[in-house]
């Protein structure tokens, strides 16, 4: 029962049952031979000589070519990093066959996320592609889990609005706490996190505070939906700001500003205006009003 964790690790990250039994058979005693471990597992020899000479070709093991045919196993930090390198090549050769498929077609659906893996995942996917600007509704505790995100967007030199319930700091992105931060979450037993990629991909998660539970996530790349959210999000933060601006007793020409700058994260200047009006197939109808009539 006591090597049953580190079996399933190895079996998660490619080796088979076998491997990974013998391997850890050899961590503890070592240098053997096939025939000293296949006595003390209690496996038919033929199959422990054959899994032996796989762990060799994947750098798992190494044999001596003596009489005796001693095995050693190599460090775990080794094998980790031999395995790591295996797969990171894997991956690369695969994107690069990927690459050379066709695009798949707009996608008009909504998906569901099951486990906090894919929500990060598809949240950095999402991210990644941005190319104008991207909207975060997120409580401090998503936040701090989308950090590295949200500096590479700054970095990449992508609007990024932010709109926070609790203390966050980022050089280079547009936050706005919520004047009602402390009170919001008091009333919410968990953690949000909403995001709109260029009006063009929507993704809302509600996790389990302090733990890797998704309560419910879903994310969509319909544009008639993604924009709505986008817009629902802006001019939410909006009030917000304007609100903080009333109660800090601002000038109105300081609160026209805050407009002005709230307003710059929407309208034609988003790729999801125009994907919407595409969708509704009222883009020719858009463009025929711009072209000046003689």
């Known amino acids: 029962m006591e090597i049953a964790i580190p079996i399933n690790a190895l079996m998660n990250l490619g080796l088979t049952g076998l491997e990974a039994e013998i391997y850890i058979n050899l961590l503890r005693n070592h240098p053997s031979t096939g025939y000293a471990v296949a006595k003390d597992l209690g496996k038919p020899t033929a199959n422990v000589y054959k899994a032996l000479d796989t762990l060799a070709q994947k750098g798992a093991v190494e044999i001596e070519e003596g009489k005796k045919r001693l095995v050693r196993p190599i460090p775990y930090q080794e094998l980790l990093q031999n395995l790591k390198r295996?797969?990171?090549?894997?991956?690369?050769?695969?994107?690069?066959?990927l690459a050379a498929?066709?695009?798949?077609?707009?996608d008009h659906r909504i998906y569901h996320l099951r486990t906090l893996d894919q929500v990060l995942g598809k949240c950095k996917t999402l991210m990644a592609g941005a190319r104008v600007v991207v909207v975060a509704d997120v409580f401090p505790e998503t936040a701090e889990i989308l950090r590295p995100e949200f500096e590479k967007l700054v970095e990449r030199g992508?609007?990024?609005v932010i709109r926070t319930y609790g203390?966050?700091?980022?050089?280079?992105a547009d936050i706005n706490p919520s004047t009602e931060g402390k009170t919001i979450q008091s009333r919410w037993p968990a953690q949000w996190m909403n995001l709109v990629v260029d009006g063009e991909y929507s993704l809302i998660s509600v996790l389990q505070s302090g733990?890797?539970?998704?309560?419910?996530?879903?994310?969509?790349?319909?544009?008639?939906?993604?924009?709505?959210?986008?817009?629902?999000?802006v001019s939410e933060i909006g009030f917000s700001v304007l609100r903080a601006d009333v109660l800090e007793k601002k000038s109105l020409e300081e609160m026209e500003k805050s407009i002005q700058r709230i307003n710059s994260f929407s309208g034609p200047s988003v790729p999801g205006h125009g994907g919407l009006l595409t969708?509704?197939?009222?883009?020719?109808?858009?463009?025929?009003k711009e072209i000046p009539h003689e």
Do not use: R
């Not at 969708?279 to 025929?288: C, E, H, R, T, V």
């Open 101 to 106: 498929l066709p695009a798949p077609e707009q």
């Open 158 to 160: 992508i609007d990024l």
């Open 167 to 172: 203390p966050f700091e980022l050089p280079g």
């Open 279 to 288: 969708n509704l197939g009222l883009d020719s109808q858009i463009k025929a």
């Open 86 to 97: 295996s797969f990171n090549k894997q991956c690369s050769v695969a994107a690069d066959s």
């Open 211 to 233: 733990t890797e539970k998704v309560i419910q996530s879903f994310w969509t790349s319909s544009s008639s939906l993604a924009y709505v959210h986008h817009s629902g999000l």
